[in-house]
Structures are given as structure tokens and as C-alpha cells.
């Protein structure tokens, strides 16, 4: 088991990451001065895996654990699942120095982490994020909220846990297509920050879609400290934070094209990383043969790009939201090569036009 | 105009205080960088008072203030009124960097305070306090929330201002009763903090409830010093902050003993200071001469004791929650004369049954 440490101005707590270190949770607790009584909030697929497992080990540590199991799926991240929640831990008489636990994906991470931010003013908050992309991605940085029917994400708040809890072991009952959703920001990471995570990826994609955790633990890790070094260099999504934005100004407009169905947020991305690369490579200051590389792996992890039931416009519309910004230019990093990033604020509107067609242009 | 800093660990920002300077708020939002368009959240009492002045002075100085309007009163901390107001927000398009004016009493500072603290993960918020309670109280703190069914102020954050403006002109229009009701916490303050102003408001209760400003203003600035240097040493309600509390355990006993009807929460929190200033009494640390004082003062406000509805065992039934309390030791800070207060860990439950049988046999 190893640990990285998220060190903010305010706060600081670490990241536990290792393979098969489930049993050690609740002496982690301890060690944190986690009061016995507990709420453990998560969804009916991990509940089915987990949850039994989770009771056990945690009552048999002197833990009373209590858990809440929403339906799996973004429609929980609602205000109606939110209120119902409060009414279960004041219900269980759950205080104010007592906690709650996330345990699931980003959905639950989100969820729980608002009601952990509200709930009597705040209560301690503990992930435990059983998902890749919510254990390289959505537990990290304190982004916490739900949705509301005009818009994804429009209610939260910054929150932090207390500790993050990592097991990769969680990822060998991930369907696959969730393990796709977070291979591609471990690629976007690798085309970001970080060359080694790229080529890793490259060399060793088979494996990896085969759920081998000999080598997905190390891409775990690498991501995570690719995502603290940057949410501890700017904490409140200001300019460097929004490196981490590359691929989802594109992805955000598939996804938002396609009613956020068909396509999950993490295919999206993949498209929207090779999208907004071409730019780049248009604008002449990414190299073909890195262009074709990125383009080549996010298309051999197999997810196919929509292009049958996506209307070119509508994704345009979502990402331009009105007219008035098609002269307006866009604030935006662009990978130089793959490992290295630069921002421009001058992206027009015309640049994600062609990338988008580029897109359907393909096979 | 005076200024007072709310000076904490991670922020720290200015209360405004004067008589009459309603019209230099505009130009106190840009020294603070406030952008042009902004929500305004207030009450219809409010808002028929002083909504149309409040748009003109800033529509007047170039900005583009859009109203919200809820109904006056606890029932709008709800969370049902707060999704309504999250759709008006994102309706008018409020973006992250622009900011929520919450103009009104307490209810109005608690519900645009959570709403600021949970839009978008947070807006710029700006108290107008036009309350006594809510301009010497509820608006210095950071304590922003709404109820539950089940409780009240069961659901909230630590949520700071940008400024808070306090303009004592707006009590002018304040029902008497809402004037007796902050006048519970100057009282409060006086007995936990400052003799001076136990001794003003004794002496000039009648001007006070005639609305007096000229011996008022003085009242609110005094009660804001005590109430930030406070919130400074102890921020998230630590010990020292349970120095507020004095009146609060008995208040809120029969507050919610009257199921929070009949009652308003500074009146029952008079009826605290009394009841809890028995306790110290009985214990012989505070002399017989400051506990007549208090008692005095309170009941020549001239609110009534409710005792012919309400039932002694419900309110010790509130206090206490369940049997369990009973035989526990209670955490309270007891004056030990006129302006100074005591911690002790040891107050029974039959002390606090005492003070509320002598509260009862008060006519």
C-alpha cells in the first residue's frame, strides 16, 4: 500500500493506493479518529459485490456501520435522492462528528460528497472509489454536487474527505465498458503530462482491457499523482486546472449531442481528445506522427464514434450554447506533443467545427 | 459609516455598518470587484418595502440586479424553495463569478446563503441584513442553511460573504416584535460580554423600543464587535463559540416546545438567558443582585411567558431528546456576574428543570 498526499491551502489528507488492501480499511479508520457510528452511502450494483464484505469487516473492527443504497446511475445525483438521504441519516441520528463513507463510482462520490458538504453543516466524508475513472479522477479535488433537470452538475459544492481510500482490487468486477470510461483520461493524462503513461497504455492496451491489475495499479497511481499535482497547484479550477478541461469541450458537446445517452462521459472524452489534438495538429504545433499516435490508440480501444445517431450541429450548439459565441474565441489547452500542453485563448469556433467533422470523418 | 473585519483563518472580509447609507452600496459592490449582473434574493415583506430603491440605485449605477422573491418566513427554508431558486438561477444565466445579494432577516441570509454555497460550487454572496437579529447575528458567521421536516437548520455549510452591509435605517420599518427579538441577543451579549450594554439597554429600553436609532446604532455596532471577535477565536463552534449559546438550550427547549409557533426564537431565548441565568444563580455564582438584573430586564420587554400553552415536560422533552440525557453531564458557559461568563461541563438535568419550573411561576 503506498500514499499520496493531497496538499491544498486549507487542507490535507492522503490517498491510500494499493491491490487487495480492502482489510486494512478499518484500521485506516482508526488511525484517522473515525467515530464507530457511520453512514455508508452507496448504489444497488456495489452493494450486491461489496456491501456484505464492507458490513462484515467493519462491524467486526468495532465499526457501526449504516448503509444507504441509492439505484446505480446519474439519475441519483438528483435533489429528490439528496432529500430523501438527509431524512435516512436523521433518521439514524447521524452527528456531526460522525461520517460518511462514498463507496462506489463517481456518481456516489458526487452524491455523497454533497450530502457529506450540507448534512449538518458538513460531516467527515471518506471515498472509497471503486471505479478507474473515480479513482484517478472524480474522488480527487473536492468537486462535489449533483444535477438539476436544466443542466449536469449545476448544485455542489468543494469538499473535501478526510482520507481516500483506493483499492484497485474494486476494478476486477468493473464492466468493461466503465474500465474504457476511465482508460481515457489515464490517456488523456498521458497526452497532458505524462509520455510514459502513453506509451504504456500503447504497449500494454490488451492487458489492460483484460483487467490484468499487475499493470493497471501502477497507471492508478501515476494518474493520481498526475491529479493532485495539479488540483494542488490550483485548487479552484482557475487556468492550470482547466488542463485538466483537454478533451471535454468537444467530449461535453457528444455527450451533451447525444442527451448523455449512448455514450458515456469517458467515450465522449476519448473523441473529444482526439478532436480537440486535431486542432493542434491543424494549428501546426502538434506533429502528425504524434496527432496519428493519439488518434490511433483512443480508436483501438474499440469504442466506435456515434456518427449514425449524432447530428454534426447539435454537438456545436452545446458546445457554442448561443450564436454569440461563434466569433468569440476559447480558452484552451493544446497539446504540443504528447506529455506537454499549452494554452491558448484564442480558439475560434470555425478550428472546433473542423475538428468535430474530422470526427465523422472517420471510418 | 464604520467598518468591522470578520478576520479568519482562510478569509477574511469587511462588515459595513451606518445610518442611512443604503446609497453608497453600489459603490462599495465595485470596490469589491462585484460584476454588473447579480441575483437579489428577498421576501415579499421586503421586497415591498425596499426592492424598488434597491433597483434603482443600482440599476442607476450600471448594474443588472434580477430579483427573487420568496415568501416571508421559515417555511421558505426549505429545500423545495431552494430548487426553485436554483432554477430561476440558472434561468437568468448567473454564472460563477457573479454574485447573490441576500436582502433580508435571517431567513433570507440562511436561504441565499446556502443557495450561494451550492450554485455552481459557489457564487459571490453579499448580506443586507434589514433585521436586528440578522444585522448584530445570523448574518456574521458563516452559518448558512435550511430545514428539514425533521429538524430545523439540519442542512447547511460554513458559507462567508464577500461584505456584509448593515445599514440600521432598514429597523425603521421593523414590526416591534422583530425589534424585541434582536433585542434578545443585545441583551445576550451584554450578559455574556459587556456590562456597558446590559446598562444602555436598561436604561434606555423605552427609546430601543420606540426605534431610537441614534441608540441603536451605537447598540448594533457594539453587538457586531462582540459577536465577529467570537467568531474569530472559535470559528466552527468549538468551545468558545458555545458562549453564544447562553439562553439557547432552555430557548430552544421552548421553542421547540410550542412547536416553534407563538414564540419567536429571540423571545424564547430571553426566556433562556433568564432560566440559564437561574441555574447560576442556584449554584451561588452569580450574586442575587445581576440575577434580578436580568430577570428584570427581560420581563420589562414585555413579553409574556407562554405558560398556559405549553407544557413543562415537553419542553424538557426537547432539551433533553431522550431518557438517556438525563443521568449526562451538560456542557454550558453560566455568567458568573454581568458580563462574564463561566464554562462548566457538569450542568444537570435537574438544574435545567428547575429553571424551567421557575420560569413557569413567573407571572
Given at each position: 500500500m503506498r500514499k499520496i498526499f493531497l496538499n491544498l491551502k486549507n487542507v490535507k489528507y492522503p490517498i491510500y493506493i494499493g491491490k487487495e488492501?480492502?482489510?486494512?480499511f478499518p484500521q485506516i479508520c482508526k488511525r484517522h479518529g473515525i467515530k464507530s457510528h457511520l453512514a455508508v452511502i452507496t448504489d444497488k450494483i456495489v452493494a450486491d459485490l461489496y456491501l456484505d464484505e464492507f458490513l462484515r469487516l467493519m462491524t467486526k473492527n468495532g465499526f457501526y456501520p449504516e448503509p444507504i443504497i441509492v439505484n446505480a446511475g446519474?439519475?441519483?445525483?438528483s435533489l429528490s435522492v439528496v432529500s430523501k438521504i438527509y431524512t435516512n441519516l436523521i433518521e439514524m441520528k447521524l452527528r456531526r462528528d460522525e461520517s460518511v463513507v462514498a463507496f462506489g463510482g463517481g456518481v456516489i462520490g458526487d452524491l455523497a460528497g454533497f450530502i457529506s458538504a450540507t448534512y449538518l453543516r458538513g460531516v467527515n466524508l471518506i471515498h472509497i472509489p471503486t471505479t478507474l475513472l473515480a479513482q484517478i479522477d472524480?474522488?480527487?479535488?473536492g468537486k462535489v454536487g449533483i444535477n438539476h433537470k436544466l443542466g449536469k452538475n449545476l448544485i455542489g459544492a468543494f469538499y473535501h474527505p478526510v482520507f481516500i481510500f483506493t483499492d484497485v482490487?474494486?476494478?476486477?468486477?468493473?464492466p468493461k465498458r466503465e474500465l474504457i470510461c476511465g482508460l481515457g483520461e489515464v490517456v488523456k493524462y498521458g497526452v497532458i503530462m505524462d509520455k510514459e503513461i502513453f506509451k504504456t497504455v500503447e504497449a500494454e492496451l490488451e492487458k489492460i482491457l483484460n483487467f490484468d491489475l499487475k499493470i493497471i495499479e501502477p497507471l492508478v497511481f501515476k494518474s493520481i499523482q498526475i491529479k493532485t499535482s495539479i488540483v494542488e497547484k490550483?485548487?479552484?479550477?482557475k487556468k492550470l486546472r482547466?488542463?485538466?478541461?483537454?478533451?471535454?469541450t468537444i467530449g461535453h458537446g457528444i455527450e451533451a449531442g447525444l442527451n448523455y445517452k449512448r455514450l458515456k462521459h469517458g467515450e465522449a472524452v476519448m473523441f473529444g481528445i482526439v478532436g480537440e489534438s486535431f486542432i493542434a495538429f491543424e494549428r501546426g504545433i502538434l506533429k502528425k506522427d504524434d496527432f496519428e499516435k493519439i488518434k490511433k490508440l483512443v480508436f483501438k480501444v474499440g469504442v466506435n464514434f456515434p456518427k449514425k445517431i449524432l447530428a454534426k450541429d447539435v454537438v456545436l450548439k452545446h458546445i457554442g450554447?448561443?450564436?454569440?459565441?461563434?466569433?468569440e474565441r476559447l480558452n484552451m489547452y493544446l497539446p504540443v506533443k504528447i506529455g506537454k500542453m499549452k494554452f491558448f485563448n484564442d480558439v475560434g469556433f470555425g478550428e472546433i467545427e473542423r475538428a468535430i467533422e474530422f470526427l465523422f470523418d472517420q471510418n
Open positions: 488492501i480492502f482489510d486494512r446519474e439519475s441519483s445525483k472524480s474522488s480527487i479535488g482490487a474494486f476494478l476486477k468486477t468493473l490550483d485548487e479552484r479550477e482547466m488542463i485538466l478541461n483537454f478533451g471535454h450554447y448561443d450564436k454569440k459565441i461563434y466569433s
